[in-house]
């Protein structure tokens, strides 16, 4: 990181530019490390690097040399102040149905009546391989698993034990995973 003289920092600080952009490109490894370690669910590393970089403004328009702190330090810690809020505004539950949800594909057109008919007999059929694969208790854990009961609660239904149901799921995990791939028995 070249070093930041008082004078590049004011001229930044005045709108200068070229000392702006001076500032950047000497503050740019720390904002890019800055930006890796705020990756999270919901912030990605381009969103977190522009959320460091408005961190490094705001440090330029705060900044008071009188202070007794070195500009690199203190623009060190307003970027990661800057990362960090939004990371934590990222995570919020508030958030969480945009950063779970999926992409629209508004190019992609809608399959037709051809396609759906290929799919359904295509999905029969599987279910017909899988359901001839698996026992009759392992039919019925799979099909309380998929409905959201416990493994505890489908034991209670089976007048079996837990772990009785943690091994058909198991079981029947491997017979699905070598339905997908044969080569995996």
């Known amino acids: 990181m ?3 003289t008082p004078q590049l920092i004011q001229d930044a600080k005045a709108g200068n530019e070229t000392a702006l952009a001076a500032v950047l490109a000497s503050m740019m ?8 370690r705020g990756v999270c669910p919901g912030l990605e590393q381009e969103d977190a690097l522009q959320e460091g970089i408005i961190g490094l403004f705001a440090a330029l328009k705060s900044y008071r040399p009188d202070q007794g702190t070195g500009f690199e330090t203190y623009a060190s810690v307003c970027i990661q102040n800057a990362v960090s809020a939004a ?26 009546p051809e396609e759906i008919a290929i799919r359904r007999e295509q999905m029969a059929a599987t279910l017909e391989a899988i359901s001839s ?23 209670c239904q089976l007048g079996r034990t837990p772990k009785a149901v943690e091994n058909a799921l198991f079981r029947l995990r491997r017979k699905l995973r070598s339905e997908q791939d044969p080569n995996q028995a």
């Open 2 to 4: 070249a070093h930041l």
């Open 87 to 112: 990371a934590r505004a990222a995570g919020r539950k508030k958030h969480g149905p945009l950063n779970n949800s999926l992409p629209l594909d508004e190019d992609q057109p809608s399959p037709g």
């Open 133 to 155: 694969r698996l026992s009759p208790f392992e039919q019925a854990v799979l099909s309380r698993y998929l409905d959201g009961s416990s493994y505890q609660q489908i034991a």
């Open 29 to 36: 490894p720390c904002l890019r490390i800055t930006a890796a």
